[in-house]
Structures are given as C-alpha cells and as structure tokens.
C-alpha cells in the first residue's frame, strides 16, 4: 500500500479527472512564480509520476530544491537538507527534531544513506495555490534556518581546523 493511501482511511483515492484538476492547480501556480518569483530558479516536471522539481535560489545554501509529488491521496513534497553527519550526530538529530515541532505541516525525516531531508504530505482536498505558496515557502524558510547550524554540528571540524 503506498505511503499516502496508508493515511486516507476512508478517503477514496482521486479520481482521473481530480488529479487533472490537481495537475492544473499546481501548473498554474507553477506559472505564476515564473512570473512574480525572483527566487525561483528551474522548474521542471516529470508527467510520467506526476511530480515537479521546484528549484529556488538561496542564501544559507545557493539552492534549495523541493520536489513535489501528486498522489492518489496526497501532495508530498520533500527536500534535502544535508548528508549524514559525521560528528555530534545525536546532537544534530536533537536540533532537528526540535525544529520540527514549529514546522508548518513537515518534519525533518533520515533518508536513504542516513542524509537529513525535510518531508511533508498535504491531503489533496487541501491543494490550493495558496496552499503550495505556504508549502514552499515554509520549505524553503525551514531550509534556510536549520541548514547551516546543523551542518555546524555535523560537520563541525571540517569548517573549524
């Protein structure tokens, strides 16, 4: 069963025709930041698994990338943030796990080869522009805040001698 229907209970998946109107939804807010959007960088969209790699540009780091993913159930949404760390790791996933509880609808999540994302699901009834702004922008907030003061502790020697 897929992550995303795990968490619907009772919610049938979208039909054809909703995930068109989804699919329309996150198109036209993907044009209005080519618009009005200095920071965006790249956009791009894979149609074959409903999913588009947002590209911004950063302070913190130069970029920050966030992939969005159009399910049956939900819009997941992810971005990395670091690798694994390589000291202080306790204290780094404390940090993190901290952050999170002031986090807008995401948490910090250990990926494949123990790197540190920042993950979060929408329930597709919930998808609006408005909505994918806050999204993005919490993203990308998140990414910037949290970014160099973990890679400070996970890294920590490798910047300091």
């Known amino acids: 069963m897929p992550l995303d229907a795990a968490r619907a209970g009772d919610i049938p998946p979208a039909t ?37 790699y947002i590209r911004l540009r950063g302070e913190a780091r130069d970029f920050v990338a966030i ?3 159009l ?4 819009l997941g949404y992810e971005t990395y943030l670091m690798p694994a760390p390589e000291e202080r790791v306790a204290e780094v996933y404390e940090l993190l796990l901290r952050a999170t509880h002031g986090l807008y609808a995401m948490g910090f999540a250990i990926g494949g080869e123990d790197a540190v994302y920042l993950v979060g699901h929408l329930p597709l009834g ?6 994918l702004d806050r999204i993005v922008g919490s993203t990308y907030a998140a990414i910037e805040r949290w970014f160099r003061p973990a890679m400070r502790l996970g890294f920590g020697s490798r910047f300091h001698g």
């Open 67 to 69: 992939w969005l993913t």
């Open 71 to 74: 399910g049956e159930y939900t």
């Open 126 to 131: 919930a998808l609006t522009e408005d909505e």
């Open 16 to 52: 054809p025709e909703e995930l068109v109107r989804h699919t329309a939804t996150i198109e036209a807010w993907v044009a209005r930041q080519r618009d009005d959007n200095p920071a965006l960088a790249a956009v791009d969209r894979d149609q074959s698994r409903r999913r588009w």
